[in-house]
């Protein structure tokens, strides 16, 4: 997504090289990630913690919160367990499970610092793991605040783009189209758009690249929904060609989106692609704007996707 | 916004579309928000709390948590009375409200963490709930401490505007003025204006958009007041209108600001317009800057949109 | 400090103007801040209470937290003294003075949610005001954590200037120089460095300002010591200039500064001036580096500011 | 690593001057570090505490915390010592080093704020001391906070270059490669890769920088592997070099790479050399992408570094 204009037509070096996977493997996936794996690193080094833990989706960030606390409770009272019934004080627990229970409630008041006090340290071991016990859990939120902060910190984009890509008629000519929204109510400005069309070239046996030419690729306040529209004239890579060629050649179209927002204060990329299967032929976007109301002008969300028969010229 | 320079009249695309607003509705309001409303959306969807957690106002934002720990200490109060009033131990208190009031006591103690211990949990239910209360209550300021952070680290835009815009004379024509300071005392540097006409046509019926001229859109350091000037000659899209043309075109002046914060580390954005009613014809700006005392050069702020008749050529 | 070369001698526009200051004013104070003050704004308006917090220096910022934690237990001791001796209970405490720092010791208890539990809140009044002073304790922590980080997340600018500019000679002409260094351990990368010279202007009774020509203007490791030269040809505005035209025109050397801080991963800013008494002429600067021992390069900071008599040209 | 294509050949100042350094000093570390070392500064002007402290390994930052806080306790428990055996009371203590330990225990519930209760402070100095030492507790967490999120919002740079650079045959002529891949899973998109050969100039008694073509400079994905290969063709200035002319003019390869990693929504650089020693001649790189499996393409990282011999041209 470089400044100067593409020359549509021009071949493209994503980073994905040209022969590093076979005809059919798509590139990136619809939720914007790569379709790459890596190999050869062993089970630390292929696991990247603080990358899962921050994009994890909330619910199973909780979740695994909730869990460390149990566990670190569990092996806590574990140990409590094992130094001793009188090791702590102001119960009048039975052996056995009862005592571990209540081991485990001693651990739960010591490692959230609520420290009643009717149960109390009363040997020097259960003393030591209290004091150890309420440091790391003194710890352990202070690690869970970091992270919750780092997961706010990022700009959770939500951009909703139309379900499929579609071959329009557009200005005496046919184009191809695509249309998107910011789902969230963050401010995007300075907004960007590149796109690149690759597809399997037999004779070379490789993927080729192509940048493509588009109506408009900046804007300075996303806002509302934008239309992307690629002008298939004999410039474009793809001028000529029909949906039979699109999935001979397995064709991907690779969307690349940039933005600053402005309520995370931050540069935001996304991507999407789609595929030969993904594009509808001889088909219009149907209107998204209602009549403004109260002032405002109203985008139906809804109708993002929604398209109409029309002839292709 | 962008590097190179902008010839005065060229058509541009600020992302609102031509067609998708009335005449009359304002694109950007006063506040730099976006005229936009996003409908189609469910409630879950169109809720961005994140959002609105960061962007409210600091007593909102504190009340909003002081309710939330109330109720918090609501349910739980409720809990522990419902699981016996022999459940918490150290209490003489009787059974009814009594018994509730001492509840939500011994849920407040849990939930900060304070944990005094006259109370204390004698149950398994009262035991478990009060190690979940504790646990929620730190996580729960975990997140408070997230967001309060998360609300720091936004640069506080307060760019003051002059409350209108002027037409004034200009190096022997008239220009188009408008005045800001920072109200802040955060640095920006590097700062960069931007200035869009848009007005109504109504041979196409539709709004069209003019980026301006101006006598100076950057600056390296923009510590004092800042008066932008769009000098009106031939080039310039407002070239021969009166106020009267204004105000039938709808003419709604949009202003695009840009600037690194010395004291976020951040880039910044901000926005405005005026539209025609708060364009004033034939005044000039008084003078802001008083002689300096201290040795240091004084702007006086009050002065900001303070205006004088003056001869327009 | 745009992109595009600027030609020495060119006039610039810092964002100062040129009739806002008296001759003698200088514009930016040695430690980088503008010497700028806003009138005209109340008293909550010129208190920009966020960079104060962010901006003072670490001991005041911890002696600011001290005070308010104090006068946050001094106002609590006195309201759990107000609602009664009785309505603390675990002590015997006599009226009066030892009734209150018993009331202070409960509140230091309260609002570090310590709660020993030998005191004890007693009355529904005592009970609450408890709860809200841990909720209030735990609010005020978590927005200490994020002062204390949004403190840590701001690059710590640690730029060593030369005490003074020289003019020395270099390459058969002279020179205006100045050396500096990063006196932090942070990693400074694609730094960039302008030069603008304001004299005052007799004729038209007004300040100048030109951007003038460097040796060098970007670096790609600002690691070691940098020396600017802005080499005196005929194209310097401060051509065939002495130390009398100097002082006499008030002039004032401005350096803006611009890298990129790959410790704290921000674009960092800096900026410093040299009014006409900072300027030695016919010096040139000490050689600042030993010999390499360790395999290591090795800058002598104490020699950053020292010069060597120099015959000037 | 500026935006205008540089020419092969053309002279580049980085930063560390020409004298700066003897013929064999390094001036990149292998792990990416400047092989600078500042003098002249006091004990404290040299020690960047942020610095150490959010760029020490984990395990590191870790055990300091722990160490504070056993020194913490360790003072506060002597001055509970100090201040007499009934300062505190709940406890059957001893005299001597049992008085101590009980000291240390009622430390350790005071710093981590659990607070139980059954040890509480009983005098005026030992009220004071443990209000003192739970504000400190708490300011400590929040530090420790604090510095866990600066930790983690630092991109994490994991990027992984071959053990060496080759020289290897490139479309009829030879061409300088080494091949580096992200080990981590966050992803980083354009990407920019600008590389410099040093080398000790005999005659002028200095070093030489040269920048030099590249066959491709930037990407807009680095998800996979990236070989970066500069021609070595009559531009280049180590045209017609052997690996005896790399040895004796002690080349240093410099890399500078630029990305945007969008886990952290941060823009990451990275550096790198390679001496002449690490230079291998006659060699190709081996394959690293495997037959794609589960639709994925897959890159095998241990083979990052792999060659197979190759006849030069």
Redesign the interface.
């Known amino acids: 997504?470089?400044d100067k204009k593409k020359k549509s037509g021009k071949s493209?070096?994503?980073?994905?090289?040209q022969?590093?996977?076979?005809k059919t493997?798509?590139?990136i996936s619809q939720n914007g990630?790569?379709?790459?794996?890596?190999?050869?690193?062993n089970f630390w080094?292929s696991l990247?913690i603080?990358?899962?833990l921050?994009?994890m989706k909330w619910w199973n960030f909780?979740g695994l919160?909730?869990l460390a606390?149990f566990f670190a409770?569990l092996i806590f009272a574990l140990l409590y367990y094992i130094s001793g019934i009188d090791s702590i004080?102001?119960h009048e627990a039975k052996p056995g499970l009862d005592h571990f229970?209540n081991s485990f409630?001693f651990s739960?008041?010591?490692i959230?610092?609520?420290?009643?006090?009717?149960?109390?340290?009363?040997s020097?071991a259960a003393?030591i793991l209290?004091?150890i016990e309420?440091?790391i859990?003194?710890?352990g939120?202070?690690?869970?605040?970091?992270?919750?902060?780092?997961r706010?910190?990022?700009?959770?984009r939500n951009l909703i783009y139309s379900k499929k890509a579609i071959i329009a008629p557009y200005q005496g000519i046919n184009g191809l189209m695509f249309r998107f929204?910011n789902?969230?109510?963050?401010?995007l400005?300075?907004?960007e758009v590149d796109v690149?069309i690759s597809y399997w070239y037999p004779q070379g046996n490789r993927r080729v690249f192509k940048g493509v030419n588009l109506e408009?690729k900046?804007?300075?306040?996303?806002?509302?929904s934008?239309t992307i529209v690629h002008p298939i004239d004999e410039k474009s890579p793809i001028f000529g060609w029909n949906q039979k060629d699109f999935e001979e050649k397995k064709v991907e179209i690779i969307i690349?989106f940039k933005a600053?927002d402005?309520?995370?204060?931050?540069?935001?990329?996304d991507?999407m692609s789609y595929v030969a299967e993904e594009v509808e032929w001889g088909k219009k976007f149907s209107p998204i704007?209602?009549?403004?109301k109260?002032?405002?002008?109203?985008?139906?969300?809804?109708?993002?996707s929604e398209t109409e028969a029309a002839q292709l010229n």
Chains 1, 2, 3, 4 share one sequence.
Do not use: C
Request: proline share 2%; net charge positive; glycine share 10%.
């Open positions: 997504m470089s493209e070096e994503l980073g994905f090289g022969k590093a996977y076979t493997t798509r590139l990630e790569f379709n790459v794996e890596k190999g050869g690193l080094q990247d603080y990358h899962e921050i994009s909780v919160i909730t606390f409770n004080a102001g229970i409630y739960t008041q010591s959230t610092t609520v420290g009643f006090g009717k149960l109390y340290p009363n020097n003393s209290a004091a309420s440091f859990g003194l710890l939120f202070a690690l869970a605040t970091g992270l919750m902060f780092a706010f910190s990022r700009p959770g929204a789902g969230n109510k963050n401010q400005i300075e907004a690149v408009r900046k804007i300075n306040f996303f806002s509302m934008w690349m600053f402005d309520t995370y204060v931050r540069q935001v990329y991507r704007y209602n009549d403004s109260k002032g405002k002008i109203l985008v139906d969300m809804e109708k993002l």
